[in-house]
């Protein structure tokens, strides 16, 4: 028997954090909202932008440019590897090319920059919202979204597709290289991609990163905004960014997938 | 005093009450500040002053009460609607609040860029103005990292005095800085008054300087007002709390009176 207090304290702390989960969701989607309106009002911030353009698509091209090289070389090796055992050797360009195109391209490249960017959204303004400066920005009768939020949306949501475009030509110049040393030429290796990777896969694919830009953005502004309690505050706030942006992305992966699937 | 009783005071909090999650912070706080008068908020550290403060420019929201600013109340505005409350009423922050990723020049340009729209040398002019006002014309391009815990307080202020605003809300204005540049923060707080009749709230411990400045004076402790008036009734009050903390043995000894 567990004594009545126990679960009494035990219910409570579920229902709180319930609450506390539904309040986040809410203030999620309030800021979504938000920021949308922002964009329509005086003083659209196109100079910040620039700024954060060049923060978070410029600077991520080289952790971009490693992780897909990387992942085009394993995937062409395993699949050589495995082609070979059936006698599909001549498939491997089409199998690499499909698998970076629509999945590994977009969901990689969204793992790294949310990681990156995301953190770092959170970390600079969480640290604004516990030094009072995100409360200057109001007390100054400017609006915090539309200075901070806005611009760090726009950037990640219109960055991650051409980070995208990059992994995808880089990840697959990743797997011509071992392509080429397993006797595939370059010729084929071309051939067969372009013939079994289409146009739509090749949009479907990029399509799914602007959603996962806008998700990384506002998962990390909407933290960074309701950091409480300091230095540490801000810690947990980027943890919590770098996890929920992370599963946001695999989730919503799964089900944009699938809408894609039917209407393309 | 010109200020009839019956004009509408330039801030109005009454029966402002604020909670973060169980702690009180204020509770029935009543208080009036005339147009045009310096205002010190005394109070022991912890007190609330800089919530109370806060509450002026609608950064935060009283849970019950009503905060009015020339009679109009701005307890459940918009954001989009306090903005024009916010322009004409400029805040210190007690921490500086300068913008880390901007220089100093940047920072002071900040609200003027967003509210006027002036030339690029007008612009330069008019911020060497109110950094030669706190007294630092010479740091216009440094980032606030390079700069003390006193000079950042002097930027916030000239960032504060850039936009001419017509309220002035001081968070402890001369705490760490040194007596000269103290006083120096005194005369200004004092001449904005008098020559462009500036209304000021000061949030302070410095009782030199709140002599120095205030009209008038209010004791802030459990959540309201235990005391206010006039410098002088201030000086001579007969409450046991106001004259401990004039007396200059602040905290310690409030909560010795307390519990007496
Ligand atoms: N955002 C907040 N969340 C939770 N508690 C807060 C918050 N802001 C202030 N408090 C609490 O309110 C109380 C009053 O804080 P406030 O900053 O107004 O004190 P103060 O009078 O300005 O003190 P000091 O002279 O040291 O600046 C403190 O006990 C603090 O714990
Ligand atoms: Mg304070």
Known sequence: MIPQAKVEVRVERVGSGALDGLRRLGDFCLLCVRTWRSAFRRHFPVRECLVQIESVGVRSLVIVGITSLFTGLVLALQTVDSLTRFGAKPYTGSLVGLAIVLEMGPVLTALMVGGRVGAGITAEIGSMVVTEQVDAIRAMGADPIQKLVLPRMLAVTLSLPLLTILADIIGILGGLLIALQHGITRHFYFQTIFSSVTLDDFISGVAKTFVFGWLIAMVACSNALATRGGTVGVGHATKRTVVIASISVLISDFFLTKILLTIL | ?260
């Not at chain 2, 200004?188 to 008038?216: G, K, M, N, P, Y």
């Not at chain 2, 004791?219 to 008036?229: I, N, T, Y």
Request: charged content about 25%.
């Open chain 2, 1 to 260: 005093m010109s200020d009839l009783a019956n004009d509408v005071p330039a801030i109005e909090m009454h029966k402002v009450c604020k909670a973060f999650g169980r702690k009180t912070v204020l509770l029935n706080l009543d208080l009036a500040i005339r147009s045009g008068e310096t205002y010190a908020i005394l109070g022991g550290s912890g007190s609330g002053k800089s919530v109370c403060l806060k509450h002026m420019n609608g950064l935060l929201r009283p849970d019950s009460g009503h905060v009015r600013i020339d009679g109009v109340d701005i307890t459940h505005l918009s954001e989009s609607a306090l903005i024009d409350v916010r322009k004409s009423c400029g805040m210190l922050f007690q921490s500086g609040a300068l913008f880390d990723s901007l220089s100093v020049f940047e920072n002071v340009a900040y609200p003027l860029r967003e509210h006027l729209k002036l030339s690029k040398a007008e612009l330069a002019e008019r911020v060497k103005e109110c950094l030669a006002a706190v007294g630092l014309s010479s740091s216009q391009s440094l980032m606030p990292s390079e700069l003390s815990g006193g000079m950042r307080k002097r930027v916030g202020l000239a960032r504060v005095i850039a936009l001419q605003p017509k309220t002035i809300l001081y968070d402890e204005p001369t705490t760490g800085l040194d007596p000269g540049n103290s006083r120096r923060i005194g005369k200004l707080i004092r001449s904005l008054q008098e020559r462009l009749r500036v209304t000021s709230v000061v949030v302070t411990h410095d009782l030199e300087l709140c002599f120095a400045i205030a009209d008038r004076i209010g004791l802030l402790k459990d959540g309201a007002m235990v005391s206010s008036g006039s410098v002088g009734e201030m000086r001579d009050s007969t409450h046991p709390v106001v004259r401990a903390f004039l007396r200059g043995d602040q905290d310690a000894s409030l909560d010795e009176i307390e519990s007496s």
